[in-house]
């Protein structure tokens, strides 16, 4: 019994970190030019070729319409260039991969 709650411990402490290697994968890549906080929660993601991806709340990579006008927390504008939805999942799965 005492091996199963060790072991039950390690499992949720590995659990609640996933999520932050996730995040730690796109700040070290090198490839995101800056992070911007949104109204609804979610996080616009500028890559150094300019274009955009957006990571929903809940940490998903999600779609951006051509245009799209995005508000920043700070109540400024900002207009979607490009649509970088794979290159974002791809790193957000990087983290949870190893």
Known sequence: MKSFAIALAISAA???????????????SGVVKSKVQ??????????????????DRFG???????????????GSKIVA?????????ALLKEGHNG
Not at 14 to 28: R, S
Not at 60 to 74: H, P, Q, S, W, Y
Not at 82 to 89: H, I, M, P, T, Y
Request: without cysteine; proline residues 2%; negative net charge.
């Open 81 to 89: 260039v490009g649509n970088e939805v794979a290159r974002l999942d």
């Open 38 to 55: 949104l109204v609804d929660g979610s996080t616009l993601y500028v890559f150094k070729d300019g274009k955009m991806a957006r990571e």
């Open 14 to 28: 590995a659990t609640a970190a996933a999520p932050a290697f996730a995040h730690d994968a796109l700040e070290t």
């Open 60 to 74: 998903r990579a999600v779609f951006l319409k051509r245009g799209e006008t995005l508000t920043t927390v700070d």
